[in-house]
Nanobody
Framework: QVQLVESGGGLVQAGGSRRLSCVAS???????????MGWYRQPPGKQRELVAY???????NYADSVKGRFTISRDNAKNTVNLQMNSLKPEDTAVYYC??????????????WGQGTQVTVSS
């Protein structure tokens, strides 16, 4: 079992920044099987989409819509993954979820999800 707890959401004006954090905890064996972490978001009335992921060895990928604005990072020693969001736009408004997944040529979401944190960008 893995627990993921997100923090950092809130209301921000367009053009502003926000930093999300996700702390993972669980059994050592289960944590060892997780080789990648991802951030997803679900805008109102839309499907959940992958925003960015980072592997244990630092391979990173971003959705085209956030490239150049968002930065994902991780601290393996603290089991934490962060998402720095800059130049935010109203269309970034969504509930953001942390996911513990698996990377093998591409990112596959795992069954462990955080509770989600709301990010609202006002125009």
């Amino acid at each position: 079992q893995v627990q993921l707890v997100e923090s950092g959401g809130g209301l921000v004006q367009a053009g502003g920044s926000r930093r999300l954090s996700c702390v993972a905890s669980g059994s050592a064996i289960t944590m060892f099987t997780i080789n990648a972490m991802g951030w997803y978001r679900q805008p109102p009335g839309k499907q959940r989409e992958l925003v960015a992921y980072i592997t244990r060895v630092g391979r990173i990928n971003y959705a085209d819509s956030v490239k150049g604005r968002f930065t994902i990072s991780r601290d393996n020693a603290k089991n934490t993954v962060n998402l720095q969001m800059n130049s935010l736009k109203p269309e970034d408004t969504a509930v953001y979820y942390c996911n513990a997944g698996l990377y093998s040529e591409t990112y596959s979401p795992g069954k462990y999800w955080g509770q989600g944190t709301q990010v609202t960008v006002s125009s």
